[in-house]
């Protein structure tokens, strides 16, 4: 692909989209949001025509106008989202649309002979007849590799493939992705996991504000110089530093020792959750970790309300809460800010003040009748400190970027007087230069004085946010790690693995 | 102009209606359809099925549906009949339709609050827990009084509430002005009002943020069937008997006059304006054929749904238009 460009209605898209990708290889596109990846693999995918440039596939030029058309010609793209069906079985999956029949009637032994190759090829166990419903999201993408195979796709497009994924998945994909490499299948990897590059990428491709920027080979790259030209300038550290030893709130690194803001007692819930105890204090940031299905986000959500613990106790300030719903959560000052934004954080239809707005209604109203110009101001004042990039507070929450999103979420809960806030995920999905500014705001929350639970997955941000550590397995705590000045990722992973 | 004329769907109903009236003041030679007569029957239909058509309206911008309204009016018009006729015995008759509208909307209130927590407690889809109500409630309706309707003719107090006369104070219009402007300051300046538009796009979401979603559905079906049972008390007064074969398939035009006025069966979408325009456009056009077909009852559904399909087609354009 060379020079492809796109606009849209008051956006250039794509100013010059460049892509070479050889046979055998896997090439990584990065960028931040917005610098046009998606819109040049949508190009690609023959979801967007291009206005102008070049698409090349074998050295033939092609014009590609249709999904139909990309993956006649051997494109497969793997989106964040899957196209799976959950009530059909995994077999019904791979050959949806391209049925083995006659006459009409389908050859169910042929099908499955057929999967049966292309999931041994994968080298996964899963039965074919198995409902796709009941796979774990990482075997989902599993189905979704296979899916791409099984048309002889020459080349296959992921986006983000680990966003959902947990260590030892990871590893499973990779050696899938690798296998793809080895029988000559050319792979576009897009991810916002510079590690995951290093180890598996051969060469990377960096784009900004819809152009090309530089295409070397892994070994070329380094950490830095991938970031300096993601955002176009150096960054000095991907982290803020701690608070000093003199900080005035928290009287050192780390927090107040005494003052427990949110405490959790022995709460259990079904085989999710197992009597798991734990505090947070005033000013402190604690990352929790463990491989995604460790029971994180589930204690999250009993923390929070959405769900209801079977057995244990949960207090704030010292004070014993009943939280039979997020309503009464949020009354007590706690609020989530979900891993899975678009469906679970904010109403994407909605403009960005309606859903600042939403738990702050009864604030923001007399007598039910909603005070207009009292939520803007109120918001006003949100967007200005938390610098939320938009043309508008009209504008739907559809249409800003992670970043801005993650911000727009934050601001909607701070103004509800949270205290303690639960971050899921906090930057899944939001570019390098963005994920920064996410973290200056959480420093700035704990120097506050809010105590914060901090979920993630990616280690070097748990090492380089959090005052201390706790890692959960098979939904009970495994581990924790007071001193995180000493901490390795070796040592949370072991804790988290059997 | 024509941009703001695709963008905006209440804009596009009126363009429509005006076109219509246009082409009828041609083409009526005899004047039949800008007669007094007609207009009060366009007047009256249109404001009954506005009616029920804003609780269509409200239920249906949460993403759910509610299919019990046909058999709703039925139901409380005859409830209303048989109350009028036990409290005609002792009362003057002031407080003997006040008594007997009480119940008759007490009753339909109870209903909608039964389902929006079948609904919400018990997740059932609110298609199956309205089609259940609709079929429940029509064959209560002919229980009622054994398939007999419960003649109100010589109560002329409920009677008159059906009127559009100016000379008679127009107490439909009156009604439907009250309950369209409360609905319309309801859904777009008040606290429950951004909860219905916030459920019906992302529920979740709106949990999350720690809105009491049951509360907001109780409103929504509590309303809707209020509204209906309005509609039912004064179809009793507008056909003189609580009838207990009326309403069959009213349910479907209030969809047909919500979806034409720019509601989404997906939810999140949906305004009191719009569906009274919907309302006033399907009733055009029906009264248009009835006097220009010879046998217009069985052109009926085709037009109807005609308009309908049209009505979507011109969504899902807009839609396309403005995700580009």
Same mark, same amino acid.
């Given at each position: 692909?060379?020079?492809?460009?796109? !606009?849209?209605?008051?956006?250039?898209?794509?100013?010059?989209?460049?892509?070479?990708?050889?046979?055998?290889?896997?090439?990584?596109?990065?960028?931040?949001?917005?610098?046009?990846?998606?819109?040049?693999?949508?190009?690609?995918?023959?979801?967007?025509?291009?206005?102008?440039?070049?698409?090349?596939?074998?050295?033939?030029?092609?014009?590609?106008?249709?999904?139909?058309?990309?993956?006649?010609?051997?494109?497969?793209?793997?989106?964040?989202?899957?196209?799976?069906?959950?009530?059909?079985?995994?077999?019904?999956?791979?050959?949806?649309? =391209?049925?083995? !029949?006659?006459?009409?009637?389908?050859?169910?032994?042929?099908?499955?002979?057929? %999967?049966?190759?292309?999931?041994?090829?994968?080298?996964?166990?899963?039965?074919?007849?198995?409902?796709?419903?009941?796979?774990?999201?990482?075997?989902?993408?599993?189905?979704?590799?296979?899916? !791409?195979?099984?048309?002889?796709? =020459?080349?296959?497009?992921?986006?983000?493939?680990?966003?959902?994924?947990?260590?030892?998945?990871?590893?499973? @994909?990779?050696?899938?992705?690798?296998?793809?490499?080895?029988?000559?299948?050319?792979?576009?990897?897009?991810?916002?996991?510079?590690?995951? #590059?290093?180890?598996?990428?051969?060469?990377?491709?960096?784009?900004?504000?819809?152009?090309?920027?530089?295409?070397?080979?892994?070994?070329?790259?380094?950490?830095?110089?991938?970031?300096?030209?993601?955002?176009?300038?150096?960054?000095?550290?991907?982290?803020?530093? =701690?608070?000093?030893?003199?900080?005035? #709130?928290?009287?050192?690194?780390?927090?107040?020792?005494?003052?427990?803001?949110?405490?959790?007692?022995?709460?259990?819930?079904?085989?999710?959750?197992?009597?798991?105890?734990?505090?947070?204090?005033?000013?402190?940031?604690?990352?929790?970790?463990?491989?995604?299905?460790?029971?994180?986000?589930?204690?999250?959500?009993?923390?929070?309300?959405?769900?209801?613990?079977?057995?244990?106790? #949960?207090?704030?300030?010292?004070?014993?809460?009943?939280?039979?719903?997020?309503?009464?959560?949020?009354? %007590?000052?706690?609020?989530?800010?979900?891993?899975?934004?678009?469906?679970?954080? &904010?109403?994407?239809?909605?403009?960005?003040?309606?859903?600042?707005?939403?738990?702050?209604?009864?604030?923001?109203?007399?007598?039910?009748?909603?005070?207009?110009?009292?939520?803007?101001?109120?918001?006003?004042?949100?967007?200005?400190? &938390?610098?939320?990039?938009?043309?508008?507070?009209?504008?739907?929450?559809?249409?800003?970027?992670?970043?801005?999103?993650?911000?727009?979420?934050?601001?909607?809960?701070?103004?509800?007087?949270?205290? #303690?806030?639960?971050?899921?995920?906090?930057?899944?999905?939001?570019?390098?230069? !963005?994920?920064?500014?996410?973290?200056?705001?959480?420093?700035?929350?704990?120097?506050?004085?809010?105590?914060?639970?901090?979920?993630?997955?990616? @280690?070097?941000?748990?090492?380089?946010?959090?005052?201390?550590?706790?890692?959960?397995?098979?939904?009970?705590?495994?581990?924790?790690?007071?001193?995180?000045?000493?901490?390795?990722?070796?040592?949370?992973?072991? @804790?988290?693995?059997? | 102009?024509?941009?703001?004329?695709?963008?905006?769907?209440?804009?596009?109903?009126?363009?429509?209606?005006?076109?219509?009236?246009?082409?009828?003041?041609?083409?009526?030679?005899?004047?039949?359809?800008?007669?007094?007569?007609?207009?009060?029957?366009?007047?009256?239909?249109?404001?009954?099925?506005?009616?029920?058509?804003?609780?269509?309206?409200?239920?249906?911008?949460?993403?759910?549906?509610?299919?019990?309204?046909? +058999?709703?009016?039925?139901?409380?018009?005859?409830?209303?009949?048989?109350?009028?006729?036990?409290?005609?015995?002792?009362?003057?008759?002031?407080?003997?339709?006040?008594?007997?509208?009480?119940?008759?909307?007490?009753?339909?209130?109870?209903?909608?609050?039964?389902?929006?927590?079948?609904?919400?407690?018990?997740?059932?889809?609110?298609? *199956?827990?309205?089609?259940?109500?609709?079929? *429940?409630?029509?064959?209560?309706?002919?229980?009622?009084?054994?398939?007999?309707?419960?003649?109100?003719?010589?109560?002329?107090?409920?009677?008159?509430?059906?009127?559009?006369?100016?000379?008679?104070?127009?107490?439909?219009?009156?009604?439907?002005?009250?309950?369209?402007?409360?609905?319309?300051?309801?859904? +777009?300046?008040?606290?429950?009002?951004?909860?219905?538009?916030?459920?019906?796009?992302?529920?979740?979401?709106?949990?999350?943020?720690?809105?009491?979603?049951?509360?907001?559905?109780?409103?929504?079906?509590?309303? +809707?069937?209020?509204?209906?049972?309005?509609?039912?008390?004064?179809?009793?007064?507008?056909?003189?008997?609580?009838?207990?074969?009326?309403?069959?398939?009213?349910?479907?035009?209030?969809?047909?006059?919500?979806? *034409?006025?720019?509601?989404?069966?997906?939810?999140?979408?949906?305004?009191?304006?719009?569906?009274?325009?919907?309302?006033?456009?399907?009733?055009?056009?029906?009264?248009?054929?009835?006097?220009?077909?010879?046998?217009?009852?069985?052109?009926?559904?085709?037009?109807?749904?005609?308009?309908?399909?049209?009505?979507?087609?011109?969504?899902?354009?807009?839609?396309?238009?403005?995700?580009?």
């Amino acid at each position: 692909m060379a020079g492809i460009t796109k !606009a849209f209605p008051g956006v250039q898209a794509l100013r010059d989209g460049r892509l070479e990708l050889l046979s055998g290889e896997v090439h990584a596109l990065l960028g931040e949001n917005g610098a046009g990846k998606s819109t040049l693999l949508k190009v690609l995918s023959g979801a967007h025509s291009p206005d102008g440039g070049t698409l090349q596939i074998d050295g033939e030029s092609v014009r590609i106008g249709s999904p139909a058309e990309s993956r006649a010609r051997g494109i497969a793209v793997i989106y964040q989202e899957f196209n799976l069906v959950p009530h059909l079985t995994i077999r019904e999956n791979l050959f949806l649309g =391209r049925e083995v !029949a006659r006459r009409g009637f389908l050859n169910r032994r042929a099908e499955q002979d057929e %999967a049966k190759a292309l999931l041994k090829r994968l080298a996964t166990d899963l039965d074919p007849e198995t409902p796709l419903g009941e796979l774990s999201v990482a075997q989902q993408q599993m189905i979704e590799i296979a899916k !791409a195979l099984s048309q002889n796709a =020459r080349i296959v497009v992921m986006d983000e493939p680990t966003a959902a994924l947990s260590g030892r998945e990871v590893d499973a @994909l990779f050696a899938a992705i690798r296998d793809l490499k080895d029988s000559g299948v050319g792979v576009v990897y897009v991810s916002h996991r510079l590690d995951e #590059i290093f180890q598996l990428c051969d060469r990377a491709t960096v784009m900004r504000d819809g152009a090309w920027i530089a295409t070397k080979p892994v070994t070329e790259w380094n950490r830095e110089s991938l970031i300096e030209s993601m955002v176009g300038r150096a960054l000095e550290q991907e982290f803020p530093p =701690r608070p000093t030893s003199n900080s005035p #709130i928290t009287g050192g690194r780390g927090a107040d020792t005494d003052d427990v803001r949110l405490e959790a007692r022995n709460l259990c819930r079904g085989k999710t959750v197992k009597n798991v105890s734990l505090s947070v204090r005033r000013g402190e940031i604690l990352g929790l970790t463990g491989l995604v299905g460790a029971g994180r986000t589930e204690l999250a959500r009993l923390l929070f309300g959405a769900d209801r613990p079977d057995s244990g106790e #949960i207090f704030v300030d010292n004070k014993k809460l009943h939280l039979r719903s997020p309503q009464d959560a949020a009354d %007590a000052g706690i609020c989530l800010l979900t891993e899975d934004r678009k469906r679970q954080g &904010l109403v994407l239809d909605l403009s960005l003040r309606d859903n600042f707005g939403l738990p702050n209604l009864p604030k923001l109203s007399k007598l039910g009748f909603l005070d207009f110009s009292q939520e803007r101001t109120a918001f006003g004042k949100y967007v200005e400190q &938390l610098q939320i990039k938009t043309p508008g507070q009209e504008q739907l929450a559809r249409n800003l970027s992670g970043g801005n999103q993650q911000k727009v979420v934050l601001a909607k809960w701070l103004f509800a007087d949270a205290e #303690i806030i639960l971050f899921d995920e906090p930057t899944r999905g939001i570019d390098v230069g !963005a994920k920064y500014e996410i973290y200056v705001l959480m420093r700035e929350l704990a120097a506050r004085g809010k105590a914060i639970l901090m979920i993630s997955s990616e @280690l070097p941000e748990v090492l380089g946010m959090a005052d201390r550590i706790v890692v959960m397995r098979g939904g009970e705590i495994s581990g924790e790690i007071p001193d995180v000045s000493q901490a390795t990722q070796a040592q949370i992973l072991s @804790l988290a693995v059997h | 102009m024509i941009k703001r004329l695709s963008q905006s769907r209440e804009l596009s109903v009126v363009v429509v209606l005006v076109v219509l009236c246009l082409a009828m003041a041609f083409t009526d030679q005899r004047g039949n359809f800008f007669g007094s007569r007609n207009l009060n029957i366009i007047l009256q239909q249109v404001a009954l099925l506005s009616l029920f058509g804003i609780g269509e309206t409200i239920v249906i911008i949460t993403g759910g549906i509610d299919l019990s309204l046909g +058999s709703l009016i039925a139901f409380t018009g005859m409830l209303c009949a048989l109350f009028l006729g036990m409290f005609s015995v002792g009362l003057l008759a002031v407080p003997a339709l006040l008594f007997a509208l009480t119940l008759a909307l007490l009753a339909a209130l109870a209903i909608g609050l039964l389902q929006a927590s079948l609904v919400h407690k018990l997740k059932l889809p609110p298609f *199956v827990v309205t089609l259940t109500a609709l079929l *429940v409630l029509r064959s209560q309706s002919l229980i009622l009084n054994k398939q007999l309707p419960i003649s109100v003719s010589d109560k002329p107090l409920l009677l008159n509430l059906s009127s559009v006369e100016l000379s008679r104070g127009a107490p439909l219009l009156v009604i439907l002005a009250l309950v369209a402007v409360l609905a319309h300051v309801l859904l +777009s300046r008040t606290r429950i009002g951004r909860y219905l538009y916030a459920i019906g796009s992302n529920e979740t979401a709106t949990r999350l943020s720690g809105v009491n979603v049951f509360k907001v559905k109780l409103f929504a079906y509590g309303a +809707s069937a209020l509204l209906g049972g309005l509609a039912g008390v004064l179809f009793a007064s507008y056909s003189g008997q609580g009838d207990p074969q009326i309403g069959a398939g009213y349910e479907l035009d209030a969809v047909a006059a919500a979806v *034409v006025g720019g509601a989404s069966l997906t939810g999140g979408r949906g305004s009191v304006l719009g569906t009274i325009l919907g309302a006033l456009l399907l009733n055009t056009i029906l009264s248009a054929i009835n006097l220009t077909l010879s046998s217009p009852d069985i052109w009926r559904g085709t037009v109807v749904g005609g308009v309908l399909l049209f009505a979507v087609l011109v969504s899902a354009f807009q839609q396309k238009g403005s995700s580009e």
